[in-house]
């Protein structure tokens, strides 16, 4: 059976030399310089906007041609990415731009078509998750990649009734740890103490903890409100102030006046978390008398379209550019007795949001997690473009 995408490309064989997505072209080295074509004749083989976006790559991924629909369905201006690296933290953030590369490294031993899900970074450097179909292919007896991206729902990742599953999982388990931890405690009343014993006892402990994180880990939104900024960071930061105090840590605040009234649509529950668990990490990471950050501004692209920016920056010993690609990652942890959840549950907070947590770090000199969330866009007020506190 012949596959539509297969059906499309010989369509395309008839559309015009000029169309090297699905021609033959003398050389592959060079960006297209109509683009549009690609959408344009699609479109009318269609009799609409095709719903997924259409590239072709040279062997080292600089991105040759592109169906013009990318804006439409990605927020990306496919003339400006023509000649640029697909495999790039601009387009691709860095964790998923591991999952994509070795996805790509797949293409040197097996035959066959890559299928990943991932996201991909619009103009405004908020996250999309696509679902990304690409191959090998032979151009004038040139190896070139060509590619498929299909956008994804994000409610349905972040509502799956999944969810539901695993919570009664994880409270099934929790109730039979602390049963379990009953009985340790009873037997070490028991019995004369051992080392056995107290290993036990910490074991069953972790474990608790270790279910307990998941559980909040796993946690969905109750329901979407409109939230005020401000609100929001007020209160992460009231209640995990006295932290700083306790261990001599200057904690300063940078809000822009643009923030006030400024409204994101979400949980305000699962936001307080998120940020809290930067600020927590960025307080693990120094020692007395370090200095932690809080910078916060809303950049406006257009009357309908700003983003929330949160800036959390410490003046700790920084982390190796070798592991911050992973640095979000479940369980990726640099420091002894920590179970490596607190940013991949703070990520993982702010993706359902329609955000994307960053993390930029320099072994020696501290590190930086900015937060990047969708404001509300119906009704929402006319912001001025704040000054930047930080600059990039």
Excluded at 94 to 106: F, K, Q, S, T, Y
Excluded at 200 to 207: D, F, G, R, S, Y
Excluded at 320 to 326: F, I, V
Aim: hydrophobic share 40%.
């Amino acid at each position: 059976m012949t596959s539509p995408l297969a059906k499309i490309a010989s369509h395309g064989s008839h559309l015009g030399t000029q169309n090297t997505l699905f021609t033959d072209e003398k050389s592959t080295n060079q960006p297209s310089q109509s683009v549009s074509l690609v959408s344009d004749h699609l479109s009318t083989y269609f009799g609409e906007s095709l719903p997924c976006v259409l590239y072709q790559c040279n062997a080292v991924l600089e991105l040759t041609d592109v169906s013009g629909n990318i804006s439409e369905l990605l927020g990306l201006d496919s003339r400006g990415l023509l000649g640029k690296s697909l495999l790039t933290p601009e387009i691709i953030p860095p964790e998923d731009l591991i999952r994509l590369c070795n996805g790509v490294a797949e293409l040197e031993h097996v035959d066959r078509k890559i299928s990943l899900i991932h996201r991909i970074l619009d103009r405004q450097g908020l996250p999309l998750w696509v679902l990304h179909n690409f191959w090998k292919a032979n151009l004038n007896n040139t190896v070139i990649i060509r590619g498929c991206i299909v956008p994804m729902n994000s409610d349905a990742r972040s509502n799956s009734s999944e969810q539901t599953v695993i919570s009664r999982f994880v409270h099934k388990i929790g109730n039979h740890f602390q049963l379990l931890n009953l009985i340790v405690s009873s037997l070490r009343r028991a019995v004369p103490e051992s080392r056995e014993t107290l290993m036990l006892q910490e074991t069953v402990e972790k474990a608790i903890e270790l279910t307990r994180s998941f559980s909040d880990y796993n946690q969905i939104p109750t329901c979407f409100s409109r939230v005020e900024l401000m609100d929001v960071l007020e209160a992460a930061t009231k209640t995990r102030r006295p932290l700083f105090e306790t261990k001599g840590i200057a904690f300063d605040s940078q809000i822009d006046v643009a923030v006030s009234g400024a409204i994101i649509h979400g949980d305000p529950y699962l936001l307080d978390l998120a940020i809290g668990h930067v600020l927590q990490n960025a307080l693990e990471a120094m020692e007395d008398g370090g200095r932690v950050t809080l910078r916060a501004s809303v950049v406006c692209f257009n009357r309908i379209n700003a983003v929330a920016t949160i800036s959390i920056i410490d003046s700790g010993c920084g982390i190796d550019k070798n592991k911050l690609a992973s640095i979000i990652v479940p369980f990726f942890t640099s420091k002894k007795n920590h179970d490596g959840l607190g940013l991949s549950m703070a990520s993982r907070f702010i993706d359902i949001h329609g955000g994307i947590l960053r993390v930029r770090s320099e072994e020696g000199n501290g590190t930086e997690v900015e937060i990047l969330l969708p404001m509300e866009s119906e009704g929402q007020p006319s912001f001025i473009k704040p000054t930047q506190f930080l600059q990039k």
